[in-house]
């Protein structure tokens, strides 16, 4: 089974550049999120989504957007890159309707290395 | 200071050891307390989660919530080299709102 997938694995990037990570699921799952990762600072929520149409705000949004179209696709666009943008994000996603547990889907990440 | 503090490690045992990860928070409405595995390149899976306070076992792994002292601790009996990887504690309020530790990178030597 798939999954979440994301795209691409790997990426550099100039600074100034925009870029979109391309984040779908498979598993009908109404929510999702995008997390960054970063030596010493461990997972922060860049954006979710608790359902197709609806977008919110994490601990860290500046600088990245998103937009939830469907049920299964969730990009991140960086609009302007800069260098403290390097990291590994990862798309997740999980389904509320199963209650209060937290469980998250990760996708495999997607690092991304400007310059 | 921040919401869960866990020691990033790396910690090192030899095959077979038993393993003690912690984590302490601050927030006191957290209510699901969540491990993660993460694997070298790969996303965080799910390990194991507890309600609230107490044990909860799952084969080789126990779990434990202590909410009098915010001390969360998972335990690894009889660690095996495919436990190598970084644990990631998350408790949460509920409803998704997961806050994660920075997670303690665990390397068991055969």
């Known amino acids: 089974t798939a999954g979440i997938t994301q795209a691409p694995t790997s990426q550099i990037l100039a600074a100034g550049r925009s870029m979109t990570l391309r984040c779908t699921q498979d598993?009908?799952?109404?929510?999702m999120y995008w997390y960054r990762q970063d030596l010493g600072l461990g997972l922060r929520l860049i954006h979710y989504?608790?359902?197709?149409?609806?977008?919110g705000k994490g601990e860290v949004p500046d600088g990245y957007s998103v937009s939830r179209a469907n049920t299964d696709d969730f990009p991140l666009t960086l609009a302007s890159a800069v260098p403290s943008q390097t990291s590994v994000y990862f798309c997740?996603?999980?389904?509320?309707?199963?209650?209060?547990?937290?469980?998250?889907?990760f996708g495999e990440g997607s690092r991304l290395t400007v310059l | 200071q921040k919401e869960v503090e866990q020691d990033p490690g790396p910690l090192s045992v030899p095959e077979g050891a038993i393993v003690s990860l912690n984590c302490t928070y601050s927030?006191?409405?957290?209510?699901?307390f969540m491990w993660y595995r993460q694997y070298s390149r790969k996303g965080p899976e799910l390990l194991m989660y507890?309600?609230?306070?107490g044990n909860k076992e799952d084969g080789r792994f126990t779990a434990q919530v202590d909410k009098s002292s915010k001390y969360i601790s998972l335990f690894i009996r009889d660690s095996q080299p495919s436990d190598s990887a970084t644990y990631l504690c998350?408790?949460?309020?509920?409803?998704?709102?997961?806050?994660f530790g920075t997670g303690t990178r665990l390397l068991v030597s055969p």
């Open positions: 927030n006191s409405a957290f209510q699901y």
């Open positions: 989504s608790n359902t197709a149409g609806t977008t």
């Open positions: 507890t309600y609230s306070s």
């Open positions: 998350a408790p949460t309020t509920g409803f998704q709102k997961l806050v």
């Open positions: 997740a996603s999980s389904d509320s309707s199963r209650g209060d547990t937290g469980e998250l889907f």
């Open positions: 598993m009908r799952h109404n929510a």
